[in-house]
């Protein structure tokens, strides 16, 4: 009787060849998903600069609209402007693999968590 389980070697080093170079199933995804990420973010990032701009626009220029409840629309506002500057940032540090200094990583979750917060108030 002939043995049909194939011979697997230590199974400890299975896929460390793909590790080490680099190749596999991830790198893949990651050629298709890369140019789609940078697509997302330089669309993204002006529209949310432009439109949290004029909101704040808006609420400075119209005294109606100096209210209470519009205080927290200029909250997010503010937040959501810092996230939409930070956002080309971070992904520039992610491409070159150039980590951003920890002041602006700090600043860059801060910003990300006050506009978050932001939208339970």
Not at 20 to 30: L, P
Not at 58 to 71: D, E, M, V
Request: include cysteine; proline fraction near 5%.
């Amino acid at each position: 009787m002939q043995n049909i389980v194939p011979n697997v070697g230590n199974l400890s080093d299975f896929g460390r060849d793909e590790m080490e170079t680099g190749e596999g199933r991830s790198k893949g995804w990651e050629d298709v998903l890369q140019p789609m990420v940078v697509l997302f973010v330089f669309t993204v990032s002006p529209i949310i600069i432009v439109v949290n701009v004029l909101l704040l626009a808006a609420i400075r220029g119209y005294k109606r609209l100096h209210t209470p409840s519009n205080c927290f629309l200029v909250s997010l506002a503010l937040s959501d402007l810092g996230v939409g500057i930070a956002l080309p940032v971070g992904l520039y540090s992610r491409l070159t693999n150039t980590g951003p200094c920890l002041l602006i990583l700090c600043a860059f979750i801060s910003l990300c968590n006050a506009s978050v917060v932001s939208n339970f108030h």
